[in-house]
């Protein structure tokens, strides 16, 4: 039986549909207060029957740090796709991010190497990537401390894993780049969508990776079946500049495009805005200074290495983006 983490999130659920679309043996851990009708909205993008594969999931409650449900959770299971991440830019979060990212991670490694479960893959990041100004980013970049609160944890857990595959674990790493896909309009790119659908003045000049989420799914699962271990991957199909994304997201949804470029003096001046927002109104930052580093970062990642192991055609950036944004419509 194989068992998914965060199957509530945007991979985890693509990842779901996808193995019990082959009729795989599934179990699925959310937590007490996860909602599930996200993963049935995805399920119905792809399937008129997707009630009955939404059944085919045995979700079970627990936490990844709650070792107690974890026990429970392991039991037959002989693979695990550990999705499961808070995302967050806000040093506020960055005690939370710990508990789940690094914590949890290595209870999972922890657990998975007592239950003797045979294969582990870890759904990491290129926020966990170091950094190579004016050359292609690869998987053996530097890592070098940031600001960014949610690069730091993401790069710590992996170092659990590492820990676990020098302990005997056969776990794989995939870092995918900016991952477009449907059905979660308020997290990651969907919230992007969301936020250009109403109506955008700037837009920010940085460069990054994007792949589709289907794509991040039968990677993951190909390495998974292939049995590569003890590496890790990669996962962009295309670079594109923000600015690109934005235009490409504007035709689909039949809207003006932003022609002002947001320099750093406007985000920083957005920045103490909002901070004052947040202190006179008692609400929660949008904007953090690992925000403002990563709209106008520009960087170039490569996917040689997955290439070269794997054979693999991605889907094209454009193409991701018209489906995403035809289901958003829907919504």
Not at 81 to 95: E, K, R
Not at 175 to 199: D, L
Not at 256 to 280: C, E, N, Q, T, V
Not at 291 to 304: L, V
Request: proline content about 2%; charged content about 25%.
């Amino acid at each position: 039986m194989i068992l998914v983490t965060g199957g509530t999130g945007l991979v985890g659920c693509h990842l779901l549909y996808s193995l019990v679309n082959e009729n795989k043996k599934v179990r699925a851990l959310h937590r007490k207060n996860s909602k599930t009708d996200s993963v049935r909205k995805v399920f119905s993008y792809y399937s008129k029957d997707y009630k009955k594969l939404f059944d085919k999931i045995e979700w079970i409650e627990g936490d990844i740090n709650d070792i107690t449900s974890l026990d429970v959770a392991f039991q037959n299971i002989s693979e695990i796709y550990h999705c499961a991440a808070f995302i967050s830019f806000s040093n506020q979060d960055f005690n939370a991010m710990k508990k789940i990212n690094v914590e949890g991670t290595a209870n999972m490694v922890n657990t998975a190497i007592d239950n003797k479960v045979d294969k582990f893959c870890y759904v990491s990041t290129i926020a966990a990537i170091g950094e190579r100004k004016n050359m292609l980013i690869d998987e053996e970049c530097e890592w070098k401390e940031n600001n960014n609160p949610y690069s730091k944890t993401k790069h710590d857990a992996e170092l659990e894993v590492w820990r676990g595959i020098s302990e005997g674990l056969n776990a794989v790493i995939v870092n995918p780049g900016v991952i477009i896909g449907s059905g979660y309009w308020k997290r990651g790119s969907g919230a992007f969508i969301t936020q250009i659908s109403r109506g955008m003045n700037y837009f920010p000049p940085g460069k990054t990776g994007f792949i589709c989420v289907k794509d991040v799914v039968k990677i993951m699962r190909e390495l998974m079946d292939k049995n590569i271990f003890s590496e890790r991957f990669l996962l962009v199909a295309e670079n594109w500049t923000q600015k690109d994304f934005i235009y490409s997201v504007c035709n689909y949804l039949n809207l003006k495009s932003p022609i002002k470029k947001a320099s750093k003096s406007i985000m920083i001046l957005g920045l103490i805005l909002d901070a004052a927002r947040s202190f006179f109104l008692n609400k929660r930052r949008r904007l953090s200074s690992a925000i403002i580093k990563s709209s106008h970062s520009k960087n170039e990642y490569s996917n040689k290495k997955i290439s070269s192991v794997l054979n693999y055609k991605f889907t094209m950036v454009e193409k991701s983006i018209k489906v995403t944004c035809e289901n958003f419509k829907l919504n």
